[in-house]
C-alpha cells in the first residue's frame, strides 16, 4: 500500500538524497520482523539516503487502544499476533510477556528512543534495537522506567555511545517531551497508523508512503520504481 506525500520539511532536504522518515514503535511486532530487511536497505543504500526514525506511540493506553486492522483492542490479543508474525516471517519472537506482564503502554519505550537521540543518532538507534530485543526475545515488561533505565545502564557499560547519567537528566526534560510530541504529531499529519511505515520524499517534494511489513525485494521494488521515476524527472541522484 503507498501514499503519495508533497512538501514535508522541504528545507531539511539535501538536493542529491532521499530522505527517509521510519515510523515505528518499540512494541511493533511487525517492525521487529522488518527489522533484518530495514538493516540491509539502509546498509546498501547509504550513499543516496538520510533516514531518521519517527516513534508512532503505537499504544498510549489499553483503555483507548483499538487496532482494527488486526483486530486487537486488549494485551490478550496481541499474543496470537505476535505468534502470526512468528510463523509468516519466521523471526525469532516470544509472546509469553503478553502472559505474564503485558506492558501498559508503548509511550515509555517512545520517549526511550528520543532520549537516546538526544545524545546521538547511533545512541537511539542503539536503544530501539534494545528495547525490541528485551520485549520480542527476553519478554521484558519496556513499559517500566525500571527496565529501561536497566537496559540504558547495561548499554552504557557495553557499548559505550550512551551515558545513563545524561539519559537519566533527559528523561524528564521539556526538551524530551517536545522531540515525542513532535514524532506523534508528524505521524498524525500524515494519517499514519500502523507500523512500520516509510516515507520517502526527494528534493523536489516528490515523495512516496511505504505502509506496512515488507521483505526486502518487496522493499526494493518500491524503492526502485520511486527513484526510477525521480531519474526521470531529473532529480539528482548521486551513486
Known amino acids: 500500500m503507498s501514499k503519495n506525500i508533497q512538501n514535508i520539511d522541504k528545507d531539511e532536504r539535501q538536493v542529491d538524497r532521499i530522505e527517509i522518515d521510519y515510523f515505528t514503535d518499540p512494541l511493533c511486532c511487525w517492525s521487529w520482523a522488518f527489522e533484518p530487511h530495514w538493516r ?3 546498509n546498501e543504500h547509504k550513499d543516496i539516503i538520510n533516514w531518521r526514525y519517527r516513534m508512532g506511540g503505537m499504544i498510549k493506553d489499553w483503555k483507548n487502544y483499538n487496532d482494527p486492522f488486526n483486530d486487537i483492542s486488549r494485551p ?10 512468528k510463523y509468516t516471517t519466521g523471526v525469532d519472537i516470544n509472546p509469553q510477556l503478553w502472559i505474564t506482564d503485558p506492558p501498559e503502554s508503548s509511550i515509555p519505550a517512545c520517549m526511550a528512543v528520543k532520549c537516546a537521540e538526544m545524545q546521538s543518532a547511533a545512541a537511539g538507534d542503539l536503544m530501539l534495537n534494545l528495547l525490541r530485543k528485551a520485549v520480542m526475545i527476553d519478554a521484558k515488561n519496556i513499559a517500566k522506567p525500571e527496565v529501561i533505565f ?10 559505550q555511545i550512551i551515558n ?26 500524515l494519517d499514519i497508523g500502523r507500523f512500520p511505515t516509510l516515507t520517502m520524499q526527494a528534493a523536489d517534494g516528490t515523495g512516496v508512503i511505504l505502509v506496512g511489513y515488507r521483505p526486502y525485494p518487496v522493499l526494493m521494488e518500491a524503492f526502485n520504481y520511486f527513484t526510477e521515476k525521480l531519474k526521470n524527472r531529473n532529480v539528482n541522484l548521486k551513486h
Not at 490478550?76 to 508474525?85: C, E, I, S
Not at 545524561?166 to 498524525?188: C, N, P, Y
Request: charged share 35%.
Open 40 to 42: 540491509r536497505f539502509i
Open 164 to 189: 545513563y547519567i545524561r539519559f537519566i537528566s533527559d528523561w524528564d526534560s521539556k526538551e524530551l517531551k517536545t522531540l515525542i510530541k513532535e514524532d506523534f504529531k508528524k505521524a498524525k499529519l
Open 76 to 85: 490478550a490479543q496481541m499474543g496470537p499476533l505476535w505468534f502470526q508474525v
Open 150 to 159: 536497566e537496559l540504558v545502564q547495561k548499554a552504557e557499560e557495553k557499548f
